[in-house]
């Protein structure tokens, strides 16, 4: 948990906890006075200090699911490329899963390396409008293992929202590991104050995918974070020869246009199965620009228009950036 200290015993309940340094597990634990006194149970300053830092940031989108391998790295890349097509428009994508950093390779940026400035940590830019942070930019090699516990983790995500002078930006996309656990919850806390416009929930067709995306969905009520819509991955394959369609992951439960109306959340869009898609990854290149006239990237287009015009109207409804 975000509010567990690096020093804390097995079974800590949290500093934020009611029960905080007064279960058997707290007994003898360095922070167990501070935390019966309630006094751990104050809000975290590093939230009005990302606050601020936010400040200059329009719109704060999160790139969600609870199942790993559905591709929310790969979507996050091609978000951030089409958003950034238009060059009046400042974005930035901030790669929070600190143990499988895969933004630096998929953005073309692997080998670079963040510079300390008198304003704080500088992003690495793929172009002059489009920003990009990720642990990987820390590690001295791609292949270097990050072996930490969630304590650390959640210090760097702090240390990444705090630190990073990202500027005046109309968009930040955040993109998150699977699950729903340390990772996520420092974003959701630490952005709290600062206000997110939602998350994006990516999925694949099968039941075995939708199982876990419900949990994420579950995880974003619990903790009240917007959801703009679902976007349904691998959602068949196209030939690129002969255009005909083979569903290679068979929705065999309704996939996720039945999980959305299940659930009564939108469904942005269903993007095929492209191996151009990943081919561009590995090269760290945009899909959209490479392979614009296919299906696949008029589906990625058709999803950040409604995106953008989810943004647009939460500003044009009076709803806080």
């Not at 998150?176 to 996520?184: A, L, R, Y």
């Not at 030939?239 to 299940?262: L, R």
Request: proline residues 7%; glycine residues 10%; contains cysteine.
């Amino acid at each position: 948990m975000a509010d567990v200290p690096s020093d804390a015993p097995e079974h800590c309940p949290g500093t934020s906890s009611v029960e905080a340094g007064k279960t058997s597990a707290c007994q003898g634990c360095p922070n167990q006075r501070i935390c019966a006194s309630g006094a751990a149970r104050t809000p975290d300053p590093a939230i009005e200090e990302i606050k601020q830092k936010m400040a200059s940031v329009k719109h704060k989108i999160l790139v969600l699911s609870g199942k790993g391998g559905v591709g929310k790295s790969t979507f996050s890349a091609q978000l951030v490329y089409g958003l950034a097509s238009d060059t009046s428009t400042e974005v930035a994508l901030l790669d929070v899963d600190i143990c499988g950093p895969s933004i630096p390779k998929m953005m073309g940026l692997e080998g670079e390396q963040v510079h300390q400035s008198g304003s704080g940590w500088s992003p690495v830019y793929v172009e002059d409008n489009l920003a990009v942070m990720s642990i990987g930019f820390l590690l001295s090699s791609p292949d270097d293992a990050v072996i930490w516990r969630g304590p650390k983790k959640n210090g760097m995500i702090k240390q990444f929202l705090r630190d990073v002078d990202w500027g005046e930006l109309d968009y930040l996309i955040v993109d998150t590991p699977p699950g729903t656990s340390d990772e996520h919850l420092s974003v959701v806390q630490y952005l709290s104050g600062a206000g997110v416009d939602g998350a994006i929930i990516i999925t694949t067709p099968q039941e075995l995918s939708l199982q876990d995306v419900r949990k994420e969905i579950g995880f974003c009520r619990k903790v009240k974070l917007p959801i703009i819509g679902v976007v349904e991955n691998m959602s068949g394959f196209v030939c690129p020869k002969c255009k005909n369609t083979s569903q290679i992951f068979p929705p065999t439960t309704g996939g996720a246009e039945k999980m959305c109306s299940d659930m009564q959340l939108p469904l942005l869009g269903q993007v095929p199965l492209d191996p151009r898609i990943g081919k561009s990854c590995d090269e760290g290149r945009s899909f959209l620009s490479l392979e614009a006239e296919s299906p696949a990237a008029a589906a990625f287009s058709s999803i950040i228009q409604k995106i953008r015009q989810y943004c647009k109207d939460g500003v044009e409804d009076g709803s806080p950036d």
